[in-house]
């Protein structure tokens, strides 16, 4: 079964600073897409980038992007200038060839004006 | 275009009992997926419904059920209640393997 591991249970930035949340998987599949959501405190989780195994080049979204490194199995998003909306759950999920979808159990990220 | 709805908000339960929760798709959107959300965890994958048929399933027991209308509006059952499913309940509903989109949740209490 694939697993999704976030290791940084709660990271902090400062505003206007650039912060890198990090994620790694498990899987041996070779088609699959990998996503990071965002949970505010008021628990709608929203989607933030996507990112498809087959593309090399790494996704960006604004001040969102994520370095993808397929081999080392890894997927982390870096937020630049980080804004206090920013403030959020942060999970990293992957999707399987099968359409079914794994979560990580999430960072909390804090923004310090 | 009112995104994915959930009903009802909230939700008090107690142990033995059953309890059916709502889910109302993108437009759009033909896959409505369920997760259970623990306090400081995440999502965990309950199943999946596309066509009114259930196309995957996570780890949950038996006592999870679910349905899909032809609407492609979803419920989810959960019967003989324990503690331990005390929750949020998340659906999520895509078009087939595009992204998904979550709706508000259910929270689940049950005492």
């Known amino acids: 079964a694939q697993t999704v591991t976030q290791s940084q249970p709660e990271m902090s930035v400062q505003e206007a600073e650039t912060v890198t949340l990090s994620c790694t998987y498990d899987?041996?599949?070779?088609?699959?897409?990998l996503f990071w959501y965002k949970q505010p405190p008021s628990r709608q989780m929203i989607l933030v980038i996507r990112?498809?195994?087959?593309?090399?080049q790494n996704a960006t979204e604004n001040r969102f992007s994520v370095n993808f490194q397929k081999a080392a199995k890894s997927f982390s998003l870096k937020i630049s200038d980080s804004q206090l909306g920013d403030a959020a759950m942060y999970f990293c999920?992957?999707?399987?060839?099968?359409?079914?979808?794994?979560f990580g159990t999430g960072t909390s990220l804090t923004v310090i004006p | 275009d009112a995104g994915v709805t959930q009903s009802p908000t909230h939700l008090i339960k107690t142990r033995g009992q059953q309890v059916t929760l709502r889910c109302s798709p993108k437009?759009?959107?033909?896959?409505v997926s369920w997760y259970q959300q623990a306090l400081g965890q995440g999502p965990q994958f309950i199943f999946q419904?596309?066509?009114?048929?259930?196309?995957q399933r996570g780890n949950f027991p038996d006592r999870f059920s679910g349905h899909q209308f032809p609407n492609y509006s979803s419920e989810l059952n959960v019967n003989a209640l324990l503690l331990g499913d005390s929750a949020l309940y998340l659906c999520?509903?895509?078009?087939?393997?595009?992204?998904?989109?979550f709706g508000p949740g259910t929270r689940l209490t049950v005492l």
């Open positions: 999520a509903s895509s078009f087939w393997g595009n992204e998904q989109f």
């Open positions: 899987t041996s599949e070779s088609d699959y897409y």
């Open positions: 990112q498809e195994a087959y593309k090399q």
């Open positions: 999920a992957y999707r399987s060839e099968g359409n079914q979808f794994y």
């Open positions: 437009s759009g959107h033909d896959t």
């Open positions: 419904y596309y066509e009114e048929e259930e196309r």
